[in-house]
C-alpha cells in the first residue's frame, strides 16, 4: 500500500480558541454496485449540502460505534464498520442561536453497507443518494473530505 499524500487545510478557529475545537465522528458509507466502488452522502438539515452521517461523541461508545449510530439514525443504513479512522477533516459549525461558529473535526471510519432501510429516525429531515466516488467528490464542499473520499479503497479493509 503506498502513502497518501492528502493536503490538509489550517483548521479555522474563527472567534474561537484551541479548547473550543469540537471532535465528531462520521462514516463513509460504501457498497459495490456493477464492480464499482459507491458511497452514501446526505443531506446536511439546514445548508442542505451533501455530507457524510456524522456527530457527536457518545456516551459508552467507541468512536466507530457512535459513527455507525449516525449512519442509522440520518441515513437509514446498518452495515460493518471499519474500526480505523482513514482520515480528519475540519469545518465550521454554525450553531442555530447566533453564537459563533464552532471549529470541528471529524474522525471518519469506512461502513460497508449491509442493509438500507426506508424508516429510520431522520428519514424526513434528510435526503441520500448513492454515487460513485468520483461524483461524491465533485458534491461535497470540505475539501479535506473530498480528499478522503478521492483515496478511499475498500480492499485495504476487511469487510
Request: include cysteine.
Amino acid at each position: 500500500m503506498s502513502m497518501i499524500r492528502a493536503r490538509q487545510h489550517p483548521v479555522k478557529l474563527g472567534r474561537s480558541t484551541k479548547d473550543s475545537v469540537r471532535t465528531q465522528f462520521g462514516a463513509l458509507v460504501w457498497r459495490y454496485r456493477k464492480d464499482k466502488v459507491q458511497v452514501l452522502l446526505i443531506k446536511s438539515r439546514r445548508r442542505k449540502r451533501w455530507i457524510i452521517p456524522k456527530g457527536w461523541p457518545m456516551d459508552g461508545q467507541t468512536p466507530v460505534q457512535a459513527a455507525a449510530t449516525e449512519a442509522w439514525e440520518e441515513a437509514g443504513i446498518k452495515g460493518r464498520p471499519a474500526p480505523i479512522c482513514i482520515g480528519l477533516y475540519s469545518y465550521l459549525k454554525y450553531p442555530r442561536d447566533g453564537q459563533p461558529p464552532m471549529p470541528c473535526v471529524v474522525a471518519v471510519f469506512p461502513l460497508k453497507a449491509r442493509w438500507v432501510f426506508d424508516k429510520y429516525p431522520e428519514a424526513d429531515q434528510r435526503k441520500r443518494k448513492w454515487v460513485t466516488l468520483k461524483k461524491a467528490v465533485g458534491m461535497v464542499d470540505d475539501p479535506e473530505l473530498a480528499q478522503i473520499i478521492r483515496h478511499f479503497d475498500p480492499r485495504h479493509y476487511r469487510l
